[in-house]
């Protein structure tokens, strides 16, 4: 007799940044009228991510809940605080072991920068590759990969089997604006779709996937005392996926002197590369005035929607 899998279900979270408001406030809705979104005919659990920053519109208390979840800090007995602490419960309910499981993890974000309707991938997960593909092909949105980078770990979505972070702007911190609503709820939409098409085993994807590859960050300039002794230049501000060659203007001095790319990084990658989130208001603290990438045409490989459908397969229906 083959043992059957345990179903799961599908982890939608919200306000993993307590300033971050739009979602949540969606989250809130759904909770009260489930069927103003549409779920694809898959279980869900919504859940806000840091209850007690939303309730003092702080992006969080003592660090990062979305920087909490890399296992040597979640494993690290002698480490604690209320977002580890938070970390902590969120697996053991909804982690793939959990009292409550979920298999699918999507994080869903809002940012000052000028990025759009765009989809965060950490790592090279078949089944998150294949989900971003199927969202791509249905909404055209671009996809950053992070990865290689040990200065920015412990994201939330990598504790699931297959997660991606929805990432929604510019929109203010504390701020709630209706297009930054529609565009996070049209992208959530379309991965409970393909999630979907992936649980009845007919997922289709596109020959390609676009990534933006995570190449590394720059901060401003800054004296030693750590002020910044420039901004961003304006012909560089709101311009997140737009190429950036090393003769562009990239900083501007209070003197009025502009720094380019190739003065401030004179080994520039060869090619082009493509800023993203620039000038996010939360990174100054993390010393990131932008990141840069390298836009990719990636063959969709037979084992990314294999991969997507094999996990989907356990995932529960929607409770009617």
Same mark, same amino acid.
């Given at each position: 007799m083959t043992a059957t899998r345990p179903q799961a279900a599908v982890l939608v979270v919200a306000g993993t940044h307590g300033n971050e408001r739009n979602a949540p406030w969606l989250l809130e809705q759904?909770?009260?009228? =489930?069927?103003?979104?549409?779920?694809?005919?898959?279980?869900?659990?919504?859940?806000?991510?840091?209850?007690?920053?939303?309730?003092?519109?702080?992006?969080?208390?003592?660090?990062?809940?979305?920087?909490?979840?890399?296992?040597?800090?979640?494993?690290?007995?002698?480490?604690?605080?209320?977002?580890?602490?938070?970390?902590?419960?969120?697996?053991?309910?909804?982690? =793939?072991?959990?009292?409550?499981?979920?298999?699918?993890?999507?994080?869903?974000?809002?940012?000052?920068?000028?990025?759009?309707?765009s989809l965060v991938l950490y790592g090279r997960r078949p089944t998150d590759l294949a989900l971003a593909?199927?969202?791509?092909?249905?909404?055209?949105?671009?996809?950053?990969?992070?990865?290689?980078?040990?200065?920015?770990?412990?994201?939330?979505?990598?504790?699931? =089997?297959?997660?991606?972070?929805?990432?929604?702007?510019?929109?203010?911190?504390?701020?709630?604006?209706?297009?930054?609503?529609?565009?996070?709820?049209?992208?959530?939409?379309?991965?409970?779709?393909?999630?979907?098409?992936?649980?009845?085993?007919?997922?289709?994807?596109?020959?390609?996937?676009?990534?933006?590859?995570?190449?590394?960050?720059?901060?401003? =300039?800054?004296a030693g005392d750590g002020s910044p002794l420039a901004c961003i230049h304006p012909q560089l501000q709101h311009r997140d996926w737009h190429p950036l060659a090393p003769a562009d203007p990239l900083f501007l001095e209070r003197s009025g002197r502009v720094l380019t790319l190739g003065e401030v990084l004179p080994a520039t990658p060869s090619g082009t590369v493509v800023p993203v989130f620039i000038n996010e208001a939360a990174y100054g603290e993390k010393g990131i005035a932008l990141s840069l990438t390298r836009r990719e045409r990636w063959p969709v490989q037979e084992r990314w929607p294999a991969a997507l459908e094999s996990l989907a397969a356990a995932l529960a229906p929607a409770i009617t």
């Open positions: 759904w909770q009260r009228q =489930p069927s103003g979104l549409a779920d694809g005919g898959l279980a869900l659990r919504l859940v806000l991510g840091n209850p007690r920053a939303h309730a003092c519109n702080r992006r969080y208390l003592e660090r990062d809940l979305n920087r909490c979840f890399a296992p040597a800090l979640l494993d690290d007995a002698g480490v604690s605080g209320p977002e580890l602490e938070r970390a902590r419960e969120l697996l053991d309910l909804h982690g =793939p072991q959990g009292t409550e499981a979920c298999a699918v993890a999507l994080d869903l974000h809002s940012t000052t920068s000028a990025m759009g309707n593909a199927a969202i791509q092909a249905r909404l055209g949105l671009p996809v950053y990969l992070h990865e290689a980078d040990s200065e920015q770990s412990g994201f939330l979505v990598e504790r699931w =089997p297959c997660g991606l972070v929805i990432e929604v702007g510019p929109v203010p911190q504390g701020v709630i604006q209706a297009p930054i609503c529609r565009q996070t709820q049209l992208a959530l939409e379309a991965a409970l779709a393909a999630l979907a098409e992936a649980r009845a085993g007919r997922l289709r994807l596109p020959a390609q996937l676009l990534v933006h590859r995570h190449l590394g960050s720059l901060d401003l =300039p800054r």
